[in-house]
């Protein structure tokens, strides 16, 4: 399921045709098996922007250079508990 940015917003302010054509061109999966370098994927499962449907958990897998980490919460590019966590 693809989330609400992804099947409403991204594809059209970005001009492609349809949400599938839009993750067909801007999808880093054609490049997760040439990665030669050690390479660290952290991911958080709600993440608002990013549905879990459009991680290609099974590449990941198969390169031996990747390491794929992943939270319950943590949003879009933060992991935080709170606004007002104090440890």
Known sequence: MATFLEEKVNWVLDGYKD?????????????????????????????????????????????PNIIFGHTEHGSHLSTFSSLTCKD
Do not use: A
């Not at 054609?30 to 879990?52: A, E, H, R, V």
């Not at 958990?57 to 198969?62: A, E, I, N, T, V």
């Open 19 to 63: 949400v599938d054509d839009y993750r067909e061109k801007v999808s880093s999966y054609k490049y997760i098996k040439g990665i030669k370098i050690p390479t660290f994927f952290y991911f958080s499962l709600d993440d608002p922007l990013i549905s879990t449907n459009s991680i290609d958990f099974k590449g990941l897998k198969s390169n």
